[in-house]
């Protein structure tokens, strides 16, 4: 199979729940129709569908990259007014080699059962500091929504560059700067920031597109879906939207 010209490696198939629009028999042949070598899988905060998304990729001629998208606390925003923890926000972990995965279902297992039942599963700083807990993990910055992204609008530079120490000590040589291009306000926000920060710690950029669904005609079904995944309606303004790029 010829390399295609992107290899997708943030995508959500329907094991994202309530969220995913992506069967994996479905993904495979998409990678097959755009000569795409390899995808990788990273379901948020879940990796029930790694068994299926292996054997199917494997099978058609793909090489599956199994990963995760796993929210963690932000150590450096600061309590709000309202006594609330800031939601956690969510980084992108793919496993490099079998002990990597072994790491991710033990980090992905820990998010589930230490976290508080009325808020989502996520991992800490800490988690990520036990021994050899980061051992055969890529990790990516999370793009603009993630917590560097967040510390970066907020134009917290200081405490971003301290957070980029953070997961460069955590993850030596296997962190990479993630960027991506969804038409999203807060992309535009922090692109220069993103591209800033790499050049001067010597980081690789990553370019991913973060998959929702399979292709711009499913951007309407799929807000659809969100909406009733979080009880509200389309024509709400203050709730959670993708874009039509989102695929």
Do not use: W
């Amino acid at each position: 199979m010829s390399h295609a010209e992107f290899v997708h490696l943030r995508v959500h198939t329907a094991y994202s729940l309530s969220e995913g629009a992506i069967h994996i028999k479905h993904l495979a042949s998409l990678c097959a129709e755009l000569k795409m070598p390899a995808v990788a899988m990273t379901d948020t905060a879940n990796m029930f569908g790694a068994l299926e998304f292996s054997e199917t990729l494997a099978g058609a001629g793909i090489q599956p990259i199994v990963g995760v998208t796993l929210p963690i606390e932000n150590p450096y925003l600061a309590l709000p007014r309202s006594g609330r923890k800031p939601a956690p926000e969510a980084l992108v972990f793919l496993a490099q080699n079998s002990v990597g995965y072994a790491n991710l279902m033990k980090l992905v297992s820990k998010a589930h059962l230490e976290s508080d039942g009325h808020e989502a599963a996520h991992i800490t700083i800490d988690d990520l500091r036990e021994d050899g807990r980061t051992e055969g993990i890529i990790a990516f910055t999370g793009g603009a929504l993630g917590p560097l992204g967040h510390l970066l609008r907020d134009g917290q530079m200081d405490k971003a560059k301290a957070l980029l120490d953070d997961l460069t000590s955590l993850f030596p040589g296997r962190l990479y700067m993630e960027i991506q291009r969804h038409g999203l306000e807060e992309e535009a926000q922090t692109e220069a920031a993103f591209l800033d920060l790499a050049y001067e710690r010597d980081l690789p950029l990553v370019a991913t597109n973060q998959c929702f669904f399979p292709d711009a005609s499913m951007y309407e079904a799929h807000d659809a879906l969100l909406c009733i995944a979080e009880g509200t309606y389309v024509e709400t303004r203050e709730r959670r939207r993708l874009t039509p790029d989102h695929a």
